[in-house]
């Protein structure tokens, strides 16, 4: 079922836009191509809504946010919306700034999100808990993050990501873990931002959005291993991470996929 999700994101080619963070944008845009989607990176207010109009699915990333990006977010969102093509929002940093947060809840009122990602501390902070974000990366977390997926999924509608060592996917009914993925990914800035992408590609071809994103996370996280085992470092590692995803096959797949639907 993983494999066949991959095999129809290289068949239908989706296209998918992105309006995200300016740090990774190009990672996003390689590893989106990698997987055998289209990448679009169209941030500009005045032409974001028409680029959703012909997207296959939009990926939101407030890593580098200003309140204009925010406007062109909420443009692109609300098409997506008129369209019915999913819509992933990465929370990158909520918890660790004011403005974050609010721009946070900001999106989420106004655009029917699909998918919402994050790391414990981001998914915590959004779902009430008091907790702070180290910048953009994860503070600890004292709570069941299955228990704070899954309550914060039924209550806002959608699915929610919570990625990390074992990364977590409830729609608010269904839970899976993946425990895919290799520690050296955490060494390379950027490899959340490739994931949403990730999600993105794997949703757009996929209805089922719990078990589009455990799919993107299984095979995102299978290259990860892949990449490590031939890589000295960050940068070899990066590398390979591109060369691994792009020749996954049914056999790597199947073979090395870690996942429990609880």
């Given amino acids: 079922m993983i494999y066949d999700i991959f095999e129809r994101v290289k068949k239908e080619k989706p296209l998918i836009h992105h309006i995200t963070n300016w740090v990774t944008i190009y990672d996003c845009a390689n590893m989106t191509r990698s997987f055998g989607a289209l990448p679009v990176m169209a941030h500009a207010v ?26 062109s977010m909420i443009c692109a ?18 918890g660790a700034t004011k403005l974050r947060d609010e721009k946070a809840l900001e999106i989420l009122e106004k655009v029917k999100i699909t998918i ?3 790391n414990s501390s981001e998914i915590a902070r959004l779902a009430g808990k008091d907790v702070i974000t180290r910048g953009v990366e994860s503070s600890k977390v ?21 990625t990390g060592k074992e990364d977590i996917v409830s729609d608010g009914s269904s839970v899976y873990v993946i425990s895919n993925g290799h520690a050296m990914m955490g060494s390379v800035v950027g490899t959340g931002c490739m994931a949403a992408s990730v999600i993105g590609s794997f949703a757009a071809v996929e209805n089922d959005s719990a078990l589009a994103s ?26 390979n991470f591109y060369d691994e995803v792009y020749n996954l096959d049914r056999t790597k797949i199947e073979r090395m996929q870690k996942i429990e639907k609880r």
């Fill in 142 to 162: 004292d709570a069941d993050m299955i228990t704070i997926a899954k309550e914060l999924a039924a209550a806002q509608g959608l699915c929610v990501v919570v």
């Fill in 116 to 118: 919402l990602k994050g």
């Fill in 214 to 239: 455990a799919a993107a996370l299984v095979c995102y996280g299978i290259a990860g291993e892949l990449a490590a085992v031939n890589s000295n470092g960050p940068g070899s590692f990066k590398s």
């Fill in 77 to 94: 969102g609300i098409k997506a919306n008129e369209r019915l093509i999913p819509v992933v929002l990465d929370a990158v940093g909520v």
């Fill in 46 to 71: 005045e032409e974001s809504a028409d680029m959703a109009g012909i997207a296959s699915a939009l990926v939101l990333n407030i890593g580098t946010l200003t309140p204009q990006l925010v406007s």
